[in-house]
Nanobody
Framework: QLQLVESGGGLVQPGGSLLLSCAAS????????IAWFRQAPGKEREGVAS????????NYANSVKGRFTISRDDAENTFYLQMNSLKHEDTAVYYC???????????????WGQGTQVTVSP
């Protein structure tokens, strides 16, 4: 019954922006820690951003710090990744994740979305 569904991916030019959304169902998101991960072709999955709670502590990969922002709207059971100043190296499948225990950017979250493709290209 627990489910996360990503949306908002697509093709964007370098320097552009995308807003990724992750809709949760089957559980109350306000009881969960959240995060975003990504996996580029030929690469292993890596952590992008995590957030403990609204107004809480955030963690960002150094490669996205200052460009990406993670946020959550628990009333809508949805969380987001705002991606600005996108680069070619941001091209990847992006996954949202949630867990009742803080996992930061470790690849051990209990609940995962199926991923949404982000392609940064002219």
């Amino acid at each position: 019954q627990l489910q996360l569904v990503e949306s908002g991916g697509g093709l964007v030019q370098p320097g552009g922006s995308l807003l990724l959304s992750c809709a949760a169902s089957g559980f109350a998101l306000d009881a969960y820690y959240i995060a975003w991960f990504r996996q580029a072709p030929g690469k292993e999955r890596e952590g992008v951003a995590s957030l403990i709670a609204v107004g809480g502590r955030t963690n960002y990969a150094n490669s996205v710090k200052g460009r990406f922002t993670i946020s959550r709207d628990d009333a809508e059971n949805t969380f987001y990744l705002q991606m600005n100043s996108l680069k070619h190296e941001d091209t990847a499948v992006y996954y949202c994740a949630a867990d009742r225990v803080a996992k930061l950017l470790l690849l051990i979250y209990d609940c995962w979305g199926q991923g949404t493709q982000v392609t940064v290209s002219p």
